[in-house]
């Protein structure tokens, strides 16, 4: 399991206290310093069965300040999350072939 992380959000450290709780310890990504790939983010995608708009942070800074009202396509989404990766919602948890969003952080839980 790795569990797409920022120590920095709230919900992403009670997702992390949640799995370690259940004594399951993920691999961690710090992606804001360990950046994803962008075959990584879309095998996520794939995963949540989610199309990148939908895991965009759209009260963050780089959001408002370069995509608020424009209309991108999959893979302009994608090229904006590797280039301002705090456009990623977090957390993430992936587990084999699933992932989920820790939004709220129980809905980890779904996939372990």
């Not at 209309?71 to 072939?97: C, H, Q, T, Y």
Request: some cysteine; glycine content about 4%; hydrophobic content about 35%.
């Amino acid at each position: 399991m790795e569990l797409i992380h920022n120590p920095r959000c709230s919900k992403s450290r009670q997702a992390l206290a949640l799995l370690e709780e259940k004594k399951i310890n993920p691999e961690i990504r710090l992606y804001l310093n360990d950046s994803l790939s962008k075959d990584e983010l879309k095998n996520i995608l794939k995963k949540l069965n989610v199309e990148a708009s939908s895991i965009i942070r759209k009260g963050e800074k780089d959001y408002k300040d370069n995509f608020k009202g424009k209309d991108l396509s999959e893979e302009e989404w994608i090229d904006a999350m590797l280039k301002f990766p705090k456009l990623i919602e977090r957390p993430i948890l992936v587990n084999g072939n699933k992932a989920v969003v820790g939004r709220p952080p129980e809905d980890i839980l779904q996939i372990i």
